[in-house]
C-alpha cells in the first residue's frame, strides 16, 4: 500500500482513469456492434457501416497519439 500522500493520491487517480477508460473502450465495442447489427439486417449498406468503424477508429488513433 501506498504511504505518502503523493502515493495515495496517484491510486486514486488511476482508478478513476481506468474507470473512464473502461466505460469508453465499452461504448465504443457497442457502437461497433450496432453497426454491424444494423448493417446485416440492411437498414444501411455493409459497406457504410465499414467506412464509419473506420473513421471511429481513425478517431481513436487520433485522440492516442495526442495523449501520449
Known amino acids: 500500500m501506498p504511504t505518502s500522500k503523493s502515493a495515495k493520491k496517484s491510486v486514486r487517480q ?4 481506468r ?3 473502461r466505460e469508453r473502450k465499452s461504448a465504443l465495442r ?7 447489427k444494423i448493417a446485416a439486417k440492411n437498414v444501411i449498406h455493409k459497406k457504410t457501416a465499414s ?3 473506420s ?4 478517431m481513436l488513433n487520433k485522440q492516442k497519439a495526442a495523449s501520449s
Not at 55 to 58: G, I, V
Request: a positive charge; aromatic letters at 0%; charged letters at 50%.
Open 14 to 17: 488511476d482508478a478513476v482513469r
Open 30 to 36: 457497442t457502437q461497433i456492434k450496432m453497426l454491424d
Open 19 to 21: 474507470m473512464r477508460n
Open 55 to 58: 473513421r471511429l477508429a481513425k
Open 51 to 53: 467506412r464509419k468503424k
